[in-house]
Nanobody
Framework: QVHLVESGGGLVQPGGSLRLSCAGS????????MGWFRQAPGKEREFVAA????????YYADSVKGRFSISRDNAKNTGYLQMNNLKPEDTAVYYC?????????????????WGQGTQVTVSS
């Protein structure tokens, strides 16, 4: 198992930006795909973005495509989610997760390690 800790959440105005970080420890961070999910109050957890083990393949939900960017630095055991042009509907708790596989996609069942989440609130 890998232990994941998210950081970087907070309150931001619409149109603003935030960068979330996900620090990993435990099993080899760079050997598995990783992803970001989010859960808004009263809603189910939904997929946001994923990246494969090497960082060469990315996958995004349609709702964030063109605004969010996922990346990773395996030397630092850290993943990132850059969020630009934030909207009120982006408000949620954001979770990073580690895939069981080299690649990662939108299926929740492919992920077996989860962080505790970080709150992102977009409001004026």
């Amino acid at each position: 198992q890998v232990h994941l800790v998210e950081s970087g959440g907070g309150l931001v105005q619409p149109g603003g930006s935030l960068r979330l970080s996900c620090a990993g420890s435990g099993r080899t961070f760079g050997s598995y795909g990783m992803g970001w999910f989010r859960q808004a109050p009263g809603k189910e957890r939904e997929f946001v973005a994923a990246i494969n083990w090497s960082g060469s393949g990315e996958y995004y939900a349609d709702s964030v495509k063109g605004r969010f960017s996922i990346s990773r630095d395996n030397a630092k055991n850290t993943g990132y989610l850059q969020m630009n042009n934030l909207k009120p509907e982006d408000t949620a708790v954001y979770y990073c997760a580690m895939s069981k596989y080299l690649s990662a996609g939108p299926q929740t069942e492919d992920f077996n390690s989860w962080g505790q989440g970080t709150q992102v609130t977009v409001s004026s």
